[in-house]
Structures are given as C-alpha cells and as structure tokens.
C-alpha cells in the first residue's frame, strides 16, 4: 500500500471556523490532489499540486487553498467552513508516466460542519 | 468538462452470476483507471487500461477499454460476496497530471 496518511480522521466544527487537513506521503511522489466525495456526485477535484509550492486549482476550488511547502506534505484549507463543505476529503498521490496518471489515496478525512 | 457516465448505479444479484459495469463518455482518455471503495475507506486501485481495445484480466475480473478510448467495461464472472463494493471508473485527460474524472460509482451487492 502507497504510504499516504490524513489527519485527522474525524473532525466536527461549526460554520465559520477555519479547519487545515493534512495529507503526508512517504512515497516522494511528485503530484498530490484533494478531493472531495459526496453522495450523487461521486469524487471531485478541489487542488491539486504538481511541486513544491506549485499548485492548481481543480473542479470544485472555491472555498478552499492548499499549500505544498514540502514535497511529502499538502494541506487543504478551508478558511471559514460552511455546512456545504460537510464531505468525507480524500488526498491522493501520483507519479505519472507515459499518460496512465494511476493515483493513489488515502483513508480519508470526514468533516461535518454544523 | 469531461464528464463519465457509470451504470448501473446499483446492482443487486446472486453469489456465481455474472454482472457487467459500463463507464462511458464523449471525450478521449489517456488512460482509465477502475478503483474499489469499501466504506470507510479511500478507494485502492484496481487496473489501469491506456490502449484502445486493450483487455486485462484480474482473476475473475475483466477490464476492457473501447477502440476510441471513450469508454470501458468491467466484467465480474461468478461474483462472489467478497466482491461487494462501490466500483469506481475515472479517466485521465491527458498525459500531464491533472486530476483525475470520476464516474459516480456502481454499488455492488453480491448475496451469499
């Protein structure tokens, strides 16, 4: 299994506070993404990122950053939570090759925002 | 936007039937990876296809991609209750590492 861990696991918070998820690879792939998984939508993009300190923006960014200041380490940010970015996160890793991009995720973070 | 269409959306049968996922789209892929979810859990990759036509084989699985590298299929013979699980089709734009496009997923549920 790819070395990807998140933290936290579980987090309840209320709307308006700020909340950082950590996603930590031991893999040193060069790509990391942030996604987010919601019933009848499947996994959306937020961000993702193709460096240390470069990074994009993906399907679903608003309300969100990211920071890479670490090639092992991407953070996703939600600068004042809101009942609607209740979701289960996931972050995932890739060293993509001739086309094929496999990634690979982690356990997942579950935010509920009251 | 690329959208992936899976069906079913759920699937309900028998331990030894056999069953089929679709995984469609208008656009061109790269490549198509299928993952498997269990709850609680993120989703661990299966099989990546990147040819047109090409055919892979894991055990009682068969992954296929089509000619135009538009859609795919899974294929289960014999399912067995081990096999239960949310099946995940998602494609790859381009040969980059941009993230990647998700079907919504297939619930499967197969009764002893």
């Known amino acids: 299994d790819a070395g990807i861990t998140q933290s936290p696991r579980h987090k309840v918070t209320e709307t308006g506070t700020p909340v950082t998820l950590r996603c930590h690879q031991t893999?040193?792939?060069?790509?990391m993404y942030w996604y987010r998984q919601d019933p009848g939508h499947g996994l959306r993009l937020i961000h993702y990122?193709?460096?240390?300190?470069?990074?994009d923006k993906g399907e679903v960014s608003d309300g969100y950053s990211v920071s890479r200041s670490k090639t092992e380490d991407f953070l996703l940010t939600l600068e004042s939570a809101t009942s609607s970015q209740t979701s289960v996160y996931f972050c995932?890793?890739?060293?993509?090759?001739?086309?094929?991009?496999?990634?690979?995720f982690g356990p997942g973070t579950r935010l509920t925002v009251l | 936007t690329q959208l992936l269409e899976q069906s079913p959306q759920f699937l309900s049968i028998q331990e030894g039937e056999n069953l089929t996922v679709y995984c469609n789209s208008s656009?061109?892929?790269?490549?198509l990876q299928w993952y498997r979810q269990e709850p609680g859990e993120g989703p661990v990759l299966l099989v990546t296809?990147?040819?047109?036509?090409e055919v892979k084989k894991l055990k009682r699985l068969t992954f296929q991609f089509g000619d135009a590298r538009k859609d795919s299929s899974l294929h289960i013979t014999a399912a067995q209750p081990g096999d239960t699980g949310l099946y995940l089709c998602?494609?790859?734009?381009?040969?980059?590492?941009?993230?990647?496009?998700f079907g919504k997923g297939t619930h499967l549920i197969i009764q002893p």
């Open positions: 995932a890793i890739s060293e993509s090759w001739a086309g094929r991009n496999e990634q690979f």
């Open positions: 893999e040193n792939h060069r790509y």
């Open positions: 990122s193709y460096g240390v300190k470069d990074t």
């Open positions: 656009s061109v892929f790269s490549s």
């Open positions: 296809v990147v040819t047109g036509g």
């Open positions: 998602a494609g790859a734009a381009g040969g980059g590492a941009d993230g990647l496009t």
